[in-house]
């Protein structure tokens, strides 16, 4: 895979609760990725809304942070990011796309 571009994958929502559709999700797009021949994927982050989402019957943040780390406690390249969920207001996607990015380098693609 040298001089293929390094991707990070990254999926926001409530994942009240998550799922295994959710984990199937990134194996998918990563196997699509290095099938384009372009891309390798290094790693995926998992970001939960915050409690201020508003959705009705959403689970506080600290119960679906929990639930998404022990689903993922077996991967060895997907991992939960909690910043989103910590924010008191709903956080746009962008935002969280940027934050995300820049925790992991400026030159990694998102």
């Not at 009240?16 to 194996?27: A, D, G, V």
């Not at 909690?82 to 380098?105: A, F, I, K, Y």
Request: proline content about 5%; hydrophobic content about 40%; charged content about 15%.
């Amino acid at each position: 895979m040298a001089g293929r571009i390094p991707l990070v994958l990254l999926a926001c929502g409530s994942f009240n609760p998550i799922t295994h559709q959710h984990m199937r999700l990134f194996e998918l797009a990563r196997d699509h990725m290095h099938q384009t021949g372009l891309y390798r994927v290094v790693g995926g982050i998992i970001s939960p809304v915050g409690d201020g989402y508003g959705k009705q019957g959403l689970v506080a943040s600290k119960h679906r942070l929990a639930m998404a780390r022990l689903a993922l406690q077996s991967s060895d390249w997907v991992s939960v990011d909690d910043w989103e969920s910590q924010q008191p207001d709903w956080t746009e996607t962008v935002v969280t796309m940027r934050m995300s990015q820049h925790c992991v380098g400026p030159n990694a693609p998102v």
